[in-house]
């Protein structure tokens, strides 16, 4: 049953009308003028972002939460259970962003660090509390989607992580001895001769398997946890860019095009769609575009020869691919970097995601792709998602480095606690320095020529 508020969705499930597209050869060869112009996540087709209408924005609010990702619904929805009047905005379609464009890989959010270099960075104690949490936020997406009743295909799969070289093996060996010990979290390797099991490739040189990581459909939960949010009664304003936030001693003001809202309370949770919302947050956060494409659908025989276990997977480059089968279908979805040196809206900028789809799976090269998108992650400077308030009195919760399913819905409940003055909300990344950098403006025009350094060595194995 629906609150007050009324959203349009549309299953287009079942659409006949699925895109046509090029085969990854002749992707991965450049013959991109054949295919039109891509942009429309597969997750969209049966979860498209919600079209409102919009009620109008209010004059005041105990709490706006800024961004109606997973962030800032699962906070409006602690929040709003509170008792707290919520005002979430979005500046487009609420799941326009992020969090309907990701791969849907739930992991433990401890996918950064290696161990050894996590307690070196931090010390043993403060490197196992946050080890320990981060098996948290992976029960916890788990625990929700159950108690809230989301469809949305959560199935903990396991994650397979191939070695791209023999010595990246014995690493992975040793880093998942050290995150059994610490935190607790079953794994096992999976020896070269033996990976056929797992994955029919011979790229990589065995790999590390944790059978509890987990996958969903990214699009589906959205809309479930948009939906408990309105059932809750918080109001859900779309198309509502912030142009401006001011504080005076009592409370803050955000500014929008024709519109203001005073509030108690400010909840920034924007993460790689970060703006208008004050220097502190510009400062900390450089947007990262990540891309993805996703095949027809595959033979179920030769389907189950590249991907019997049906697990999420990824590898150990440094600017590394992930990639997963579809929820209950047979087609491939594979994501990474974007080519920030082709336009997003050609699909030149997707041709080595199909690359790496045919390094790996070679056979594959006469699929067709069907939808091909991109999207903004947020990254920080130190590669730790962070939480807390700015000196301005703005609570934050934001900086999920690629990892943000089960992070970001974790922090949103953290955060919204903390708000709350529940001790619940205590975090191990309390207090955890959030780095600004002194050429913050030169972050995103470097970050292409960083990754292409990465990747030729990743190449060269130097």
Known sequence: MMG?????LTDHSNSESEPTGISLSELAQGWAKYWSTPGTPFWWRAAPPASGPWPSLPKSADVVVIGAGFTGLSAALVLTRAGRQVALVDAGAPGFGAST???????????????KTLIRMMGERKAIELLREGVEMLDGIEALVK???????????????????PEHYDSMARDMEDLRRYSGVDSFMVARQEQHKEIGTDLFYGGSLVPHDASL??????????????EAGATVH?????????????????HFDRAQIRARNILVATNGYTKNVGAFFRK???PIRSAQLTTEIIPAQTFARLMPTRRVYGNTNRVFFYFRPAPNENRLIWGGRANHFAKDTALAAYAHLARDVLRTFPALGDVKVAYAWSGLIGYTYDEFPHLGRSPEGIYYAMGYCGTGVSRSTHFGQKIALQMLGNARGRSAFDGLTFPSHVFHTLARPAMPL???WYRARDITGL
């Open 4 to 8: 007050s508020q009324m959203i349009a």
């Open 101 to 115: 464009r990701n791969g849907g890989q739930v992991g433990s959010g401890n996918q950064k660090f290696r161990v």
């Open 147 to 165: 108690q809230e009743n989301i469809d949305c295909s959560f199935a903990r799969c396991g994650r397979f992580r191939g070695a791209m070289r």
């Open 217 to 230: 459909h990214p699009g589906r939960y959205h809309s479930g946890l948009l939906e408990r949010v309105i």
């Open 238 to 254: 779309g198309d509502a860019p912030v142009r401006g936030i001011t504080t005076d001693n009592s409370s803050h003001i955000v």
């Open 284 to 286: 900390r956060i450089v």
């Open 450 to 452: 960083v990754e292409a």
